[in-house]
């Protein structure tokens, strides 16, 4: 079988083509279809496969292997006609854009930081890169700033096959041992690297690059991001949000960190009036307490922590079997105490009859239980201290 004709690596813009069938054999229910030539790029160096149709046949996957091009299509070809390509252009279109974009990314952080990429992938919603050393937030924003003036300057990229002479004086990124000829492609100055990849045929056509996130991974650090379409798509989105944020705090987009932070200086204020009042008011319940007598309680609004304040705090008077209860949820949050004693045998009980769930020590268990009827739950107390 002869290898196929590239003709996405003359011109990566071929949208529609004509060819000849050499092949086609069922596979499933689809089947697989060798043409002369395509435009269809086959899956390879993190870039997906192109999808589209060979005349009515819808086009699903294309993979290559020693030099043949295998399209995957959904009906059968007659071989030895000429049929008519149709590539989805939108699909390929954002590959183009991706992949020109992370040669640029990825040449910068090099050069800037030594990084090399040791792993890319186009995938959705972001194109994943994964560099080979750490790097900071100030960095990351440095590389970004320089890898957008490549953008503006809108410089050529350019694709070839050197001579081996010239290939050898060449120095060029390359993530693997190559067989065969070496293709490279120039990022508009910004990179040198190995690459079968589809481009765009200027740096200006990336439009935009934008790091979404960085993590550390293996030693060195791996980046969420995206260029050109996705990238003004992800930023409309980043701004949508926070228009929609700061209209709830009464704010706008880049003044919603001050107003965050008076929310949760509010908040901690709140959680220390409400730790106050559940002091003040486990004091109270105490001291209203009767010495040897089953107390249930219900304290609306008291948190975890108040429930467990109060319930120690009014055992501790009584000396006796203690429930507080709180609405809270789908039911009724529950701390139950007996100092001394063990109130597991009635905190089981309890979850039982109310589809509960919780436990804890002997002298204290804490839980909540399915149900949101007081006067139930308390009904069931009294006759099971009796
Ligand atoms: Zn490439």
């Not at 390359?174 to 045929?201: F, M, Q, Y």
């Not at 995206?226 to 705090?249: M, P």
């Not at 108040?306 to 120690?312: A, K, P, Q, S, T």
């Not at 149900?371 to 009796?386: G, I, K, P, R, S």
Request: charged fraction near 15%.
């Amino acid at each position: 079988m002869p290898a196929t004709a590239k003709l996405y690596e003359t011109d990566p813009y071929v949208q529609t083509f004509t060819a000849t069938v050499l092949v086609c054999t069922p596979a499933g229910e689809q089947f697989a279809v060798q043409l002369d030539r395509t435009a269809f790029y086959p899956e390879g160096g993190g870039q997906p496969c192109d999808t589209g149709a060979l005349g009515t046949a819808l086009v699903t996957d294309v993979q290559e292997h020693g030099g043949v091009i295998t399209h995957t299509v959904s009906a059968a070809l007659p071989v030895g006609q000429t049929v008519e390509g149709r590539i989805d252009w939108a699909r390929r279109r954002d590959h183009m854009e991706q992949h020109t974009g992370e040669h640029i990314l990825s040449g910068t952080l090099h050069r800037l930081f030594g990084a090399e990429n040791v792993g890319f992938h186009i995938g959705s919603p972001a194109v994943r890169m994964d560099m080979s050393v750490p790097l900071t937030a100030g960095q990351l924003a440095e590389a970004e700033a320089q890898a957008n003036a490549v953008i503006r300057a809108d410089a050529p990229v350019r694709c070839w096959y050197p001579a081996p002479e010239d290939l050898a004086k060449l120095t060029y990124r390359s993530k693997k041992e190559i067989d065969g000829a070496v293709r490279l492609v120039d990022a508009g100055g910004a990179d040198l690297c190995a690459c079968c990849g589809t481009h765009v045929s200027t740096t200006g056509q990336v439009g935009a690059i934008k790091i979404l996130s960085a993590q550390s991974y293996k030693g060195g650090t791996r980046l969420a991001v995206v260029c050109g379409e996705r990238a003004h798509q992800s930023i409309a989105a980043a701004w949508q949000d926070a228009a929609a944020v700061g209209t709830l705090l009464s704010s706008a987009p880049g003044r919603l960190l001050p107003a965050v932070q008076n929310l949760q200086t509010a908040e901690a204020a709140l959680k220390q009036r409400l730790a106050a009042m559940q002091n003040a008011l486990s004091e109270a319940l105490a001291q209203a307490a009767v010495p040897g007598q089953l107390a249930v309680l219900h304290c609306d609004g008291a948190d975890g922590d108040g429930l467990r304040r109060i319930c120690l705090t009014v055992s501790a008077r009584t000396n006796a079997l203690t429930a507080v209860l709180a609405s809270g949820g789908q039911g009724l949050a529950y701390a139950l105490c007996l100092p001394g004693g063990d109130v597991r045998p009635v905190c089981k009980a309890l979850n039982e009859a109310f589809g509960g769930r919780g436990g804890g020590k002997p002298g204290f268990c804490q839980g909540s239980l399915a149900c949101t009827d007081f006067a139930d739950v308390q009904n069931f107390l009294v006759n099971y201290h009796e």
